[in-house]
């Protein structure tokens, strides 16, 4: 069966009905209970929204009190020098729960390991769920499945059947690429690990700007690594110039990782930055302005991105009418010293 039917065909949610009727109480009772209003016995109050939070059914009460799990990406969170930015996320997030006094369940867990999934929401019984770098279809499904509202963070659903909050990938590519261009940069390449869509639409960024100016952006003009580590960056140099040789005058970064392992390679041979070759990266870690040259690069907005996935999620919960919706969030220029002109 296709997903898209599967989507279809999952049971119905729990209706208003259904939770007066489990309580006791009539539907105009419970829609108050729900949305905080007066006019409600206290103990009626409680029983109303302890079998709504069973349910998983939307209240308006906000996020108070109310458990949230945080399941993230174990991959994101394996290598501190290759994934900051899930910390800044994550840091985001936490100041934000702090504030609406939410309660954060966190979970590391592979890519489309259902199992541990169902296993952790049935356990902690969370009012809502936030999948951090965690976009498989067999996730997005199980969740849908279960039923319980989920907004996916730095991560990208094609069928938009969840709401999902992530930086603005493509355009900050596309912005990065003609920073480069307007400095006189006519063969650029680009430095990425393959696999997620999101980092797909950061290639497509860079293959926006490049076509738009009629420059060169084929496949070999792509260094591709199988991780985010420098020493896989500078290895991907060393063999496009051992096998294409000095046919570029600036390098695009997917990540800053990628970059720091561009910017070694060029020095370890003697190519200075940003006289010969100009470097970017995307992250805009707090290390990168103290790199030699300080590296300019793409600000992803990791800490605002964390603080509005939650407020979204409060969305989902208390609105069940709602359409998903993919917020991106804009992402900024730094420019320092690690590009110059032609």
Known sequence: MADHDKRRDLPPRTRLQDIAARCGASPSTVSRALAGKPGVREDLRKLILEEARRARYPTGVGLAGAKVLVAVSNVAMADYARNQFTWYVLEGLKERAASVEAEIIPMSLHDGDTSALREAIEKQEPQGVLLLTLDSPAIIDAVLEIGVPAVLVNGYDPSMSLSSVSPANRAAARLATQHLIDHGHRDILFALRPGRVTIQRRLEGWRDAMNEAGLPCGDDRVLKV????????????????????????????????????ILKGLQARDIPVPDKVSVMGMDDLPVVEFWQPPLTAMHLPGREMGGIALDVLQDVMVRTDMMPRRVELACKLVSRQSVGRV
């Open 226 to 261: 199988t991780d985010w580590v420098p020493e896989q960056a500078e290895a991907a140099l060393g063999h496009h110039l051992a096998h294409r040789g000095f046919d570029f005058t600036a390098v695009l970064c997917a990540g800053d990782s990628l970059a720091g392992g």
